[in-house]
């Protein structure tokens, strides 16, 4: 099969593809685990982090990248009966080779039906982008109906997901984008208010629509350039989730004095077997529902998994990034 390999950590042209065995061995896949033909790989910036080899936790090269992705179930092992094959299903996480591939071995905890409303694409970006929105909203933030919610950066797919997520939680959301087409986009999701955080006063801006309260709760993408102005506009014993960062930030701890506010670091791996299971449960529901609904804004082939790298970490977030090992997607695909 074809997949993407990384033989070294470094920049995006070591990621290559390849034709390698397939993960599962020649009798099928292993007790619990089930083979899934991937029709879309989600790509995350972790795994940009990853592949430079600047992350916590690194796997044995060579490897193959990706952790969420949607496909169709091609085998099953011994005593998996959630699924069955021929059934689509979104991908959570992998037992071996990642989602940059044809085919996929995974745990049957981390195979979750897809609904036949959505396309392949789609379910490639809910297992991270998806269950890291809820875990930070949700698990980290403890987010109540009623309060207020800033998503400090909301037009990429986990900001898509967490304004979703909060607007049918019943929380006011206040959302951020950095381009106008970003900006639409968030308004299409939901959001109560959306502000331009390239334009200078916005925080100002922030405060006002919080009637000088400030949010509730604010969900940070990158932290290196904004935790120190979240400390200063967070509401008194407000939440602040860091959910993306790609450097060091000198902040002041006597913001989070004065109002007892706290930040809460969050890494989706960190998450219990239990809180996966509520995670996925609660995602599944709302994909079912219509109540969430993901948004694609760019497929592209396995073999450009390098410019989707990176793509993914330029300015301008506008939903999720796929890869189609298997070529065009279709409506329905």
Known sequence: MKAIRVHEFGAPDVLRLE??????????PAAG??????????????????????????PNVPYTPGGDGAGVVEAVGPGVDSVSVGDRVYVAATVSSGTYAEKALVGEESVHPLPEALSFAQGAAVGVPYATA???????????????VFIHGASGAVGVAAVQLAKAHGMRVIGSAGTERGRGLVREQGADHVLDHTASGYLEELTGVTRGQGPDVILEMLANVNLNNDLQVVARFGRVVVIGNRGTVEIDPRFTMGKDSTVRGMALWNASEAERAQIHAALVAGLANGTLAPV????????????????VL??????????LPRGASHPSS
């Open 134 to 148: 809820y875990r930070g909203l949700h698990q980290k933030a403890e987010g109540r109906p009623g309060e207020t």
């Open 314 to 323: 330029e300015p301008g977030a506008y939903g999720k990034i796929a890869l």
């Open 296 to 311: 694609v804004g760019r497929q592209m082939s396995l073999a450009e998994a390098a410019a989707a790298h990176v793509a």
């Open 33 to 58: 685990q089930v083979l899934v033909a991937i029709h879309a790989a989600g790509v995350n910036p972790v795994e940009t982090y990853i592949r430079s080899g600047a992350y916590a936790l690194l």
């Open 19 to 28: 034709e390698i065995d397939q993960p599962a061995q020649a009798g099928g």
